[in-house]
């Protein structure tokens, strides 16, 4: 393996941060009092060592805005994603329509950004209600790297299966959301039926098993959660992007 | 699940930063030029994104310097050894001595800060040579966090099981080396037997699984490595502290 030389490789300019374009933090808009040990929360959540929590300490607010409205956030997609276009570009693929890429929706397909900024980026508690109404008006951003990540896989025969875990009433508004915001075309968008029961690591490992029983090789899988991509089979490789807003087991 | 509450949770105060007393950054001892790449870098590192890499980006060398030599290693190590103890705390033993936490050595059980810190942070290629000198000094100070943890998990009655990479020819130093080190105890010191070949995954997933075939309940696994943590049997959580300084798969 040869040194990874200069950082970033060349080819990851970054695109205009349009999803940045929101309204300034609200709350606490300065510097997070105490950054440096959000910084350690925020190491500790993105490793998979601290699991389990149900919201940002709220000491982190700031913090996590800052991250997620800034750079950083877009900076450290962008790692994951030129990981993942560099990896599948390696790959010698048989080109007979079978291999796929999982992607998740939310938080790696599509962006709840806008919405997690008026919702104290992860601090308030989970709210189902007003999370789906963000949901039903099917506004969400693509996540720029993500969307640059399917646009390099498509061309490589690499066919993109969504699997998510909104339920499959919400089909038709995520169908629309994701051709507006750019995916146009997709081999399978599945989403969690009615009445399934377990964690989203169990729907979406037992969803894998399925894809693998058609025939589908799963070349590769990209989420923002760890229950995305655990769980055998989880691809033969995977991809984790950032996400210090919510936790899902 | 809990809130989390306040963070650092309560009896995290750190101890006195020990292994950082050590000289100042050769080198570039100024901010990185480009830090918040080198930030990424290190996400994509630490979240398993980025695999296979030989060597640190030469322009991080002084991100990654200053990340060793300061607060924020230790208090991503003291986040991940936090919530361990919090985890072995919680779990109901029988008691039969039948349970083992897996410590790995380098950047875990011990530090060999003192010895990247003169050669570059992992911006010099491996040099089996002279870190091989290193080790036999047998001088290496404990990760304090890794140590702290340690003496948290033996009155739970759980043994110590240090899995590591060195070879079986450098038992009797690593024997001193973590006994000055303040680990006194512990169940079996498990290293590379001469001639044994492949990854380190595939030796340690296969010293876990005779752990196993000998009866023993692997509670919990700690190392700095992904390599050290994947691989079935894993043990019943797993632990990953931050090593942007070196890559073994």
């Given at each position: 393996?040869?040194?990874?030389?200069?950082?970033p490789p060349?080819?990851?300019a970054?695109?205009?941060p349009?999803?940045h374009?929101l309204?300034?933090?609200?709350?606490s808009?300065?510097?997070?009092?105490?950054?440096a040990?959000?910084?350690?929360?925020?190491?500790?959540?993105e490793?998979?060592?601290?699991r389990?929590?149900?919201?940002?300490?709220?000491?982190?607010?700031?913090?996590?805005?800052?991250?997620?409205?800034?750079?950083?956030?877009?900076?450290?997609?962008?790692v994951v994603?030129?990981?993942?276009?560099a990896?599948?570009?390696?790959?010698?693929?048989p080109?007979?329509?079978?291999d796929?890429w999982?992607?998740?929706?939310?938080e790696t397909?599509?962006?709840?950004?806008?919405?997690?900024?008026?919702h104290?980026?992860?601090?308030e508690?989970y709210?189902?209600t007003s999370?789906?109404?963000?949901?039903?008006?099917?506004?969400?951003?693509?996540?720029?790297?993500?969307?640059?990540?399917?646009?390099?896989?498509?061309?490589l025969?690499i066919k993109?299966?969504?699997?998510?875990?909104?339920s499959?009433?919400?089909?038709?508004?995520?169908?629309?959301?994701?051709k507006?915001?750019?995916?146009?075309?997709?081999?399978?968008?599945?989403?969690?039926?009615e009445?399934?029961?377990g964690t989203?690591?169990a729907?979406?490992?037992?969803?894998r098993?399925?894809?693998e029983?058609?025939?589908?090789?799963?070349?590769g899988?990209l989420?923002d959660?760890?229950?995305?991509?655990?769980?055998?089979?989880?691809g033969?490789?995977?991809f984790?992007?950032?996400?210090?807003?919510y936790?899902i087991s």
């Amino acid at each position: 393996m040869a040194s990874l030389g200069a950082w970033p490789p060349e080819g990851t300019a970054r695109e205009p941060p349009a999803i940045h374009l929101l309204k300034p933090l609200f709350g606490s808009g300065g510097l997070p009092v105490d950054g440096a040990t959000c910084a350690s929360w925020r190491f500790g959540v993105e490793t998979n060592n601290v699991r389990g929590w149900r919201t940002v300490p709220r000491s982190c607010e700031g913090y996590v805005g800052h991250y997620m409205l800034g750079d950083r956030y877009r900076r450290d997609s962008a790692v994951v994603a030129t990981e993942a276009a560099a990896y599948a570009e390696g790959l010698q693929l048989p080109g007979d329509g079978m291999d796929v890429w999982i992607f998740d929706i939310d938080e790696t397909a599509l962006s709840n950004l806008p919405y997690y900024a008026h919702h104290g980026f992860g601090v308030e508690p989970y709210n189902a209600t007003s999370f789906n109404e963000w949901v039903d008006k099917g506004i969400a951003p693509a996540l720029p790297e993500s969307l640059k990540l399917y646009h390099k896989l498509l061309p490589l025969g690499i066919k993109i299966v969504f699997l998510t875990g909104r339920s499959e009433e919400r089909r038709k508004v995520t169908v629309t959301n994701l051709k507006r915001a750019g995916y146009r075309t997709w081999e399978k968008l599945l989403l969690k039926g009615e009445g399934v029961k377990g964690t989203a690591m169990a729907f979406k490992t037992g969803e894998r098993e399925k894809l693998e029983e058609q025939g589908y090789r799963i070349v590769g899988n990209l989420g923002d959660q760890w229950s995305d991509i655990l769980g055998k089979p989880e691809g033969a490789r995977t991809f984790k992007l950032p996400d210090p807003m919510y936790y899902i087991s």
